[in-house]
T-cell receptor, first 112, second 115 residues
Framework: DAKTTQPTSMDCAEGRAANLPCNHS???????VYWYRQIHSQGPQYIIH???NNETNEMASLIITEDRKSSTLILPHATLRDTAVYYC?????????????FGPGTRLSVLP | DAGVTQSPTHLIKTRGQQVTLRCSPK?????VSWYQQALGQGPQFIFQ???????QRGNFPDRFSGHQFPNYSSELNVNALLLGDSALYLC??????????????FGPGTRLLVL
């Protein structure tokens, strides 16, 4: 699996957009980008995934660069409840469910 | 619709003891994966069970073993506990779906402390 690099921590003002970057320069053609988050004392929660096109759902948007070597997760209007550790993972899809290797992630603090 | 549940929520053991953790998957799911999360680190994949068989395994010693029951629930067993086994143990479930994106849903975890 391709390795990812994320900033250790980030701050964001409540109500503003949170943009979380992820570098995955060794990504291969059949690997997807997945984002999960983990709120304190809870299990990880799926956010979004993509291959090469930009994706949007009710939680977030995922922007993947044309060369696919990096991506950005966007929370359009961050709230205090979005304070969490965000994990970017690159993996080939698996019909049984991804068995991810989670890195340390980015600790996002949303400030009032 | 019940999500993934795990028991117990917290557990304290001493070195050398054995422990069993339990997981009930989300309703309708047939696959269970287990992860270990040490303090300050991301979860690490232990193994995955499907059709009562271990399908995949991460880089964990044989002291870690598991089981899946006909109702899809699962147990994680750890023998000869070490201090380094202290961690949050997470269970995740999914439904096998050929050709479709499969999402894993995580439970709240069991926090194990080994003294």
């Amino acid at each position: 699996d391709a390795k990812t690099t994320q900033p250790t921590s980030m701050d964001c003002a409540e109500g503003r957009a949170a943009n979380l970057p992820c570098n995955h320069s060794t990504i291969s053609g059949n690997e997807y980008v997945y984002w999960y988050r983990q709120i304190h004392s809870q299990g990880p929660q799926y956010i979004i995934h993509g291959l090469k096109n930009n994706e949007t759902n009710e939680m977030a948007s995922l922007i993947i660069t044309e060369d696919r070597k990096s991506s950005t997760l966007i929370l359009p209007h961050a709230t205090l409840r979005d304070t969490a550790v965000y994990y970017c993972i690159v993996r080939v899809p698996d019909n049984y469910g991804q068995n991810f290797v989670f890195g340390p992630g980015t600790r996002l603090s949303v400030l009032p | 619709d019940a999500g993934v549940t795990q028991s117990p929520t917290h557990l304290i053991k001493t070195r050398g003891q054995q422990v069993t953790l339990r997981c009930s998957p989300k309703s309708g799911h047939d696959t269970v994966s287990w992860y270990q999360q040490a303090l300050g680190q991301g979860p690490q994949f232990i193994f995955q069970y499907y059709e009562e068989e271990e399908r995949q395994r991460g880089n964990f010693p044989d002291r870690f073993s598991g089981h899946q029951f006909p109702n899809y629930s699962s147990e994680l067993n750890v023998n000869a506990l070490l201090l380094g086994d202290s961690a949050l143990y997470l269970c995740a479930s999914s439904l096998v779906a050929s050709g479709a994106f499969v999402t894993q849903y995580f439970g709240p975890g069991t926090r194990l402390l080994v003294l």
